[in-house]
C-alpha cells in the first residue's frame, strides 16, 4: 500500500469517526406466510455533509481500493438553507470490503465496525436467506447503542 493510499484511508477514517454512521439499515421487508414481518437488516456506512468537496473525496477513496460506493443529495435541506450531501456504501460484500482498510485508523467506531464485520461473516455461515440468529441481533444491537452519542441517529430497538 503506498503513503496516499494509507493517508487517504486515515482521512475517510477521520470522517467516519466524526460525521459517519457505520451500523445497519433495518427495516421490515414483507410479511410471510403467517402473518409476521421478516426483517431485513442490511450493513450500511454513510457520510452525510453540506461540503460536497467531502463526499467527493469520500467517494474519491473508494475508487482508489475498487469498492462501489453511492453519491447523493438529500431530499432535504439543513435549517441554514444549506443542501446535504449523501456517501454511502450498502450490502455486506462492499462494506466488507471496505472496513478492514478502515479499522486499524477508526478512533471512534472501530468497535461498531468490528461488529458490522462480525454480523457479515455470521451471516455468510448461518446463509443469507435463514432467520437471524440471536447472536446476530445483538450484533446489530451493539451498533445502535450510544449512537447518539457518535451520530444523528437515534438508538432503536431490534426485535
Known amino acids: 500500500m503506498t503513503n496516499q493510499q494509507e493517508t487517504s484511508l ?9 460525521e459517519g454512521w457505520i451500523g445497519f439499515n433495518v427495516r421490515a ?10 426483517k431485513s437488516i442490511l450493513p450500511w ?4 455533509n453540506t461540503s460536497i468537496e467531502i463526499i467527493q473525496r469520500c467517494q474519491d477513496v ?19 438553507n444549506n ?13 466488507e470490503q471496505l472496513l ?6 477508526l478512533a471512534l467506531k472501530g468497535e ?11 451471516r455468510r455461515v448461518t446463509g443469507y436467506q435463514k432467520t437471524y440468529t440471536a447472536q446476530e441481533l445483538s450484533l446489530v444491537q451493539s451498533t445502535r447503542k450510544g ?13
Request: hydrophobic share 45%; glycine share 6%.
Open 29 to 38: 421487508r414483507h410479511k410471510t406466510e403467517r402473518g409476521r414481518e421478516k
Open 45 to 48: 456506512v454513510s457520510v452525510s
Open 112 to 122: 461498531r465496525a468490528k461488529a458490522v464485520l462480525a454480523f457479515i461473516r455470521s
Open 100 to 105: 478492514p482498510l478502515v479499522i486499524p485508523y
Open 62 to 80: 473508494c475508487t482508489m481500493f475498487g469498492i462501489a460506493c453511492n453519491f447523493t443529495k438529500a431530499n432535504v435541506r439543513t435549517k441554514a
Open 10 to 18: 486515515a482521512w475517510l477514517a477521520g470522517i467516519l469517526d466524526g
Open 83 to 95: 443542501l446535504i450531501f449523501i456517501w454511502s456504501i450498502a450490502g455486506a460484500k462492499r462494506v
Open 147 to 159: 449512537s447518539s452519542e457518535t451520530t444523528r441517529e437515534a438508538p432503536t430497538t431490534i426485535q
